[in-house]
């Protein structure tokens, strides 16, 4: 069993800054793309960063410039630095995870319980 733990969420002011943290435990033999993903009320979840194994990122063009994904892979850990929020930004932000629990075998998509994020302007 593999668990995704998120932290760093809370209250921030419009311009202000706050850092998330995912946490991978469990049966893990490898995880190979971890992302950050979004879902604000009446919207759908969306994909704000994604970060490979390597190091190699993507971002929602609405972050560009402001957000920076990051990861510890001895640590099983991706980090999500958001500055300069804005109130669009308001969401409850979830971890992603592709696992792999054993050599040779498919891997599984993983998703954290998510992190509330207010800004406030």
């Known amino acids: 069993q593999v668990q995704l733990v998120e932290s760093g969420g809370g209250l921030v002011q419009s311009g202000g800054s706050l850092r998330l943290s995912c946490a991978a435990s469990g049966s893990i033999f490898s995880i190979s793309d971890m992302g950050w993903y979004r879902q604000a009320p009446g919207k759908e979840r969306e994909l704000v960063a994604a970060?490979?194994?390597?190091?190699?990122?993507n971002y929602a063009d609405s972050v560009k410039g402001r957000f920076t994904i990051s990861r510890d892979n001895a640590k099983n850990t991706v980090y999500l630095q958001m500055n300069s929020l804005k109130p669009e930004d308001t969401a409850v932000y979830y971890c992603?995870?592709?696992?792999?629990?054993?050599?040779?075998?498919?891997?599984?998509?993983?998703w954290g319980q998510g992190t509330q994020v207010t800004v406030s302007s």
């Open positions: 970060i490979t194994r390597g190091g190699s990122t």
């Open positions: 992603n995870a592709e696992v792999w629990v054993h050599w040779g075998r498919a891997s599984s998509d993983y």
